[in-house]
């Protein structure tokens, strides 16, 4: 480990909100050569479902350090602040690596025009993100000005807009909805949430606000971690949309005994969001996909979202729905 820093310096940075992969890397140079050669592995093997696998992981590796890390307050352990700080850096700098793969899927390794730059800041964006949900057909005309559709979704997903939400696609989503309660997870701008309560369903929405600073969150959305959020509120219906990469609130989602339904759009290559292993290991419930006219209102196109719709059933493989 580098000596030259203290081990305030360390504990700081370990138990930092949002540290930076730049700093832990001279904190733990030694440790970071490591996880830099696992990186490059990855990398030469170009399996993107690889990398998935191995940031969920991690991210369960980082949930079970988290408490001991925070513990390095009272009673220093310079072999466990290596630990975690190598664990840390791993997490990261996957995170940042599935980030440059989704920006790779969606063809955006040139920059798009002025024209469609203000296409999307003047008329996408705000269409997008209108507090009344707009027909589909408007939002198709609207992308149609667009020359470089791929750098678009880029654009509005750096925004922290994963999911242009037209009107049909809420009344569809209302309709099976009903009267239940429902919790929206990593609700971000507070979009979806929004145009669902204004369509009469009754909905909460939270996020743990790590964007915030970067994406403006929603006024009505709660600063709240899906865990702590599934505790409280005890839903019976969950939402979200694109969760990140290797998540680890998913798993608790399927595991809430009031959970009837868990609907979730993500996108169709696996390291670019979702908890696919907890998907594999959600045993009592029934996945459908979205297909059809439902599956193609899911805009932007070009993000390449599907829908996935899990429903609780009872031992005889019946619908746990009253």
């Known amino acids: 480990m580098n000596t030259v820093a203290s081990a305030a310096e360390i504990v700081a940075a370990l138990c930092s909100d949002r540290p930076s992969l730049a700093e832990l890397r001279k904190l733990f140079p030694e440790a970071w050569q490591i996880v830099y050669a696992e990186l490059s592995a990855l990398a030469r093997q170009q399996d993107p479902a690889r990398v998935a696998e191995d940031l969920t992981l991690v991210?369960?590796?980082?949930?079970?350090?988290?408490?001991?890390?925070?513990a390095l307050r009272e009673k220093y352990s310079q072999v466990l602040a290596e630990k975690c700080g190598q664990c840390l850096m791993r997490k990261i700098a996957l995170e940042q690596y599935c980030r440059a793969l989704q920006q790779q899927t969606l063809k955006t390794a040139g920059l798009s025009g002025l024209r469609d730059r203000l296409l999307v800041r003047l008329l996408i964006l705000p269409l997008a993100t209108a507090r009344q949900a707009l027909p589909f057909r408007l939002h198709r005309m609207a992308w149609r000005l667009l020359r470089n559709p791929g750098a678009a979704a880029a654009m509005l997903m750096q925004a922290g807009c994963y999911l242009i939400a037209p009107a049909e696609?809420?009344?569809?989503?209302?309709?099976?909805?009903g009267s239940r309660q429902v919790l929206e997870i990593g609700a971000g701008r507070g979009t979806l949430a929004l145009l669902l309560g204004r369509a009469?369903?009754?909905?909460?929405?939270?996020?743990?606000?790590?964007?915030a600073g970067t994406v403006p969150m929603g006024k009505e959305v709660l600063q709240m971690e899906g865990r702590e959020a599934l505790a409280r509120f005890k839903p019976q219906v969950v939402i979200c949309c694109w969760p990140p990469p290797g998540n680890t609130f998913e798993q608790e989602i399927f595991l809430t005994?009031?959970?009837?339904?868990?609907i979730v759009i993500i996108s169709r290559h696996r390291h670019a969001s979702g908890n696919h292993q907890a998907y594999?290991?959600?045993k009592g419930f029934r996945c459908i996909q979205a297909t059809g006219l439902l599956a193609g209102l899911l805009l932007p196109s070009e993000a390449e979202s599907v829908l996935y719709i899990f429903t609780r059933v009872d031992q005889k493989g019946q619908s746990g729905l009253p």
């Open 59 to 70: 991210h369960q590796e980082w949930l079970t350090l988290q408490p001991d890390c925070h």
């Open 169 to 177: 696609l809420i009344e569809s989503l209302r309709t099976r909805i």
């Open 200 to 211: 009469g369903v009754d909905v909460t929405a939270v996020d743990d606000f790590s964007w």
């Open 257 to 262: 005994p009031e959970v009837q339904e868990y």
């Open 280 to 282: 594999a290991r959600a």
